[in-house]
């Protein structure tokens, strides 16, 4: 994907006539959010709008090529790494974005408005979510969602987002803390609103690490992840039920939906098997137990199960979830 430009109306002043000073972002892992914050800042768009005097990505995507030297992107967006003469500008103390800006603090408290976004997706998708039966015996359905977006609406758990953390091919990570479960902290790699239902299909999954989390049952690590996406999955077929059957009569499914052929193939026939259940039995989603899904009639299942296991499988050996220590 083309990063998303266009020229703005009316060109800035570069750098900005009243700057105190300048930091140089080309280091890789500098971004907006980590250099925001850096200088005191906690919404990154008021830093943006200080270099450009403009909270639309794309005029914000055009002025990092034309001035700060950017050149790689994630898809979307320039990243800092590596740009030349790769410099932002700090503006003077006091200062604060005039009005007219939604994206600056003073009209919307960023670090509210992400938590709120991120819980607003989740009830979203509670009401697409069915039951599951799952292997550690408990029951992950809506309320568990519901419940997950009630502790990052309290703050019991950290809403952070990490640009870089899509160089990993992460979209997401729900990291816990094992001393006692203070600082959760749920990490993504862009606002919520963006990236549409692959995304909200992400925060799925990680609450479902955080409901793995809270039952405190130990796992292994393997087990929990064949959870986590076998949930992922089925609630994103349900989000794009007639996409994915298309896709599934095409018999492909092109990258560039932003999800796993695999999964989608898995979603679907589970949620044929389960057709008329109330709830879907995730008990057999094992790493160990590979026999016990082999349907001694059709075969059927296991021809969906075997790729959909491959796949998080190739996908937990690149992107692996750091704090998932349970598989010895
Ligand atoms: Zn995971």
Not at 163 to 187: C, F, V
Not at 195 to 203: H, N, Q, V
Not at 271 to 296: C, F, G, H, V
Request: one cysteine or more; hydrophobic letters at 35%.
């Amino acid at each position: 994907m083309p990063v998303k430009m266009s020229t703005p109306r009316e060109i800035v002043q570069w750098p900005p006539a009243d700057h105190i000073g300048q930091v140089d972002v080309s280091m890789v892992g500098t971004n907006w959010w980590n250099l925001a914050n850096r200088f005191g800042y906690e919404n990154p768009w008021d830093l943006i709008i200080y270099n450009f005097r403009t909270e639309d990505p794309r005029e914000v995507n055009w002025y990092l090529e034309q001035f700060v030297g950017c050149y790689i992107h994630d898809g979307d967006n320039y990243l800092f790494a590596d740009a030349a003469p790769g410099f932002i500008y700090l503006p003077p103390p006091h200062w604060r974005p005039g009005g007219g800006f939604k994206r600056a603090s003073g009209r919307r408290d960023y670090s509210r408005y992400i938590p709120r976004l991120t819980a607003s997706r989740l009830r979203k998708a509670a009401h697409v979510c069915p039951t599951f039966r799952c292997s550690s015996g408990g029951f992950f359905g809506p309320s568990a969602l519901r419940e997950f977006a009630s502790q990052i609406e309290n703050g019991k758990v950290n809403v952070t987002v990490m640009p870089e953390m899509r160089w990993a091919n992460w979209i997401a990570l729900y990291a816990y803390d094992s001393s006692g479960g203070k600082k959760n902290t749920l990490l993504l790699s862009q606002e919520p609103d963006i990236g549409g239902t692959a995304s909200t299909a992400a925060l799925v999954h990680e609450a479902v690490h955080a409901w793995q989390d809270r039952r405190g049952k130990l796992m292994f690590r393997s087990d929990a992840e064949l959870e986590a996406y076998a949930v992922d999955a089925i609630v994103y077929v349900l989000m794009n039920r007639r996409k994915c059957e298309e896709a599934m009569r095409a018999g492909h499914w092109e990258t560039t939906h932003g999800y796993d052929y695999n999964m989608i193939r898995f979603g679907v026939a589970a949620l044929q098997r389960y057709a008329y259940a109330p709830q879907i039995d995730l008990r057999q989603i094992e790493s160990r137990m590979t026999s016990q899904w082999l349907n001694p009639a059709t075969g059927k299942w296991e021809d969906y199960y075997a790729p959909f296991r491959t796949s998080v499988k190739e996908a937990e050996t690149k992107d692996w979830h750091e704090r998932m220590e349970y598989d010895g």
